[in-house]
């Protein structure tokens, strides 16, 4: 064997032995779960849920560290800036990891799928269409009809411009011609709270955040974004699908959560993440408080099968960016 590959070989195994060592001391101080949007929101409920419940399963503390701004990219430049090592780790939902580089173009901070190392979902999810209950629109088709004859006149408030609310309103108004404006705010709870003063007419948006309002009679539900209705919610369990309430548009809002770490955190490192996150969400007492909310728990059997998920979802998004109109720049 020549010196120079004798060498490499040495170095490649001290590198792996380095890493494996980190690996079996990790995590060695608290673990940062940041979260690139305002708290309150449904990124935000969800988060929390999880980060109590790895806590203990890693040995130590995981703070939820909240970082708005950008549509969720500054949050995500902090963790792809972090240092490598898995202590620093970015919680969020498909449309920072695929739907913000067709959103935000040129103006892009950073490319996820580069920067950031898949670890696995934690969860699936969809939206809900609600308006304000003193507004005289009881279904999709009132609002649609309403809307027509008063063209700009409905507000619809969201948690930032190019979020999947934004990007299903846009697809909306193209789909039933018509002109309902957006007005995006820094963060969903903001939006909620101009939504029950009746500053603005309408949300779509993360379930969680919505249903105590729909409890509580401030909100009316009007549609679900997925195709089918969710009928493992109580509260909506009889609110129409978007395949019964515009049939034929090919509406289905199905938004996704993970867990990712900056690109080149050690392969064990990721591993130990990866088994952490997969024993906290088959844990059944924590679906029992999500499905009640719309999210259902999942998991994916690798990092490297997250990654192909992740690659496989690009084109979907990309695609629903561009039908939608929806830019950032």
Known sequence: MSFSRRAALI?????????AAQAQNFPTRPVRLIVPIAPGGANDIIARMIAERL???????????????????????AVAQAEKDG???????????????YLYRTQMPLDPMRDLAPITR????????VVNSQRPYRTLGELIEFARANPGRVTMGSSGTGTISHLFLEKLNRAAGIQITHVPYRGGSLAIQDLASG????????????LPHVREGRFRPLVVGSAERITYVPEIANVPGMDEALPGKGFDALNWWSVVAPA????????TLHAALTRVMADEALAARLRPMSFQP?????PAAFGEFWRAQEPIWRDLVQQSGATAE
């Open 11 to 19: 170095g490649a195994s001290a590198i792996f032995a380095a890493s």
């Open 55 to 77: 806590a203990p399963v890693l040995g130590q503390p995981v703070v939820v560290d909240n970082r708005p701004g950008a549509g969720g990219n500054l949050g995500a430049l």
């Open 87 to 101: 202590h620093t780790l970015l919680f969020t939902s498909a449309n920072v990891l695929v739907a913000n580089k």
């Open 122 to 129: 934690v969860a699936v999810g969809s939206i809900l269409l």
């Open 199 to 210: 500053t603005i007419d309408m949300m779509f948006d993360a379930i969680p955040a919505l």
């Open 264 to 271: 080149g955190t050690p392969a064990p490192v990721i591993n």
């Open 298 to 302: 999942a998991t994916d059997a690798t």
